[in-house]
């Protein structure tokens, strides 16, 4: 499971954390995004409309590998699994979410925010983690840090990152990608600006990943 986790991160450098308050505007939103060369997207459940928006996109935007964010228990990620989610993704990693993610049939991107975390998390098998959240907790330094012991780990650092940050973490050799919600700001989804949406995502696409 986790080298399919794996694959996925490495199929974009940057993977939009989508908010989406309505199924149209998410679809809208995956369009522009995979228009933009950003095909791996991550709705959080944080809306009501997220579930459906996940179902809907993948059926209606083939070309876009769509995951649920924001998994925090067993019971969302059975929700995300009946949604047709690709994979979730959780901010953190509880043991119960953890045992949940070993019977579940999509991979799962946990999150962790310091050297133990990260470490358990390798021991359960998990080759790539979300680095949460990335920026409060040391951004590039802590990836370059933990690069020298935990070598053989892998992350998607998320949180506080945008278009400057993110070519700094995409050029270390343990991140895999970036994730980050500044491709698809929630004024430009209000309006519907889907070509400056586009634009956002083909700027993120064209930072690519070096090695
Ligand atoms: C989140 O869960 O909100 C994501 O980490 C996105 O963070 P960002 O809005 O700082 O990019």
Redesign the pocket.
């Known amino acids: 499971m986790s080298d399919s986790m794996l694959k996925i991160c490495r199929a974009a450098p940057v993977v939009p954390?989508l908010?989406v308050e309505s199924v149209a505007s998410a679809v809208a939103l995956a369009q522009a995004l995979v228009a933009g060369g950003l095909t791996v997207l991550?709705i959080?459940l944080r809306t009501p409309a997220a579930l459906d928006a996940i179902s809907k996109v993948k059926v209606e935007v083939p070309e876009a590998i769509v995951g649920a964010?924001?998994v925090r228990n067993a019971k969302d990620l059975d929700a995300a699994v009946s949604a047709g989610s690709s994979f979730a993704?959780s901010?953190g990693a509880t043991s119960a979410l953890l045992d949940a993610a070993d019977g579940a049939p999509i991979p799962m991107l946990p999150g962790a925010a310091t050297v133990s975390e990260a470490m358990a998390l390798n021991d359960r098998g998990f080759k790539v983690l979300?680095l949460?959240?990335?920026?409060p907790v040391g951004g590039v330094s802590w990836l370059k840090n933990v690069g020298g012991p935990l070598p053989q780990i892998r992350f998607c650092p998320?949180?506080?990152?945008?278009a400057e940050k993110a070519p700094d973490y995409l050029a270390l050799d343990n991140v895999v990608c970036v994730?980050?919600?500044?491709v698809a700001p929630t004024a430009l989804i209000r309006n519907e600006a889907w070509s400056e949406i586009e634009k956002l995502a083909r700027t993120a696409f064209l930072l690519g990943k070096r090695g």
């Open positions: 954390v908010t991550e959080t964010g924001t993704v901010p979300k949460f959240p990335a920026e998320t949180g506080g990152i945008d994730g980050g919600s500044w």
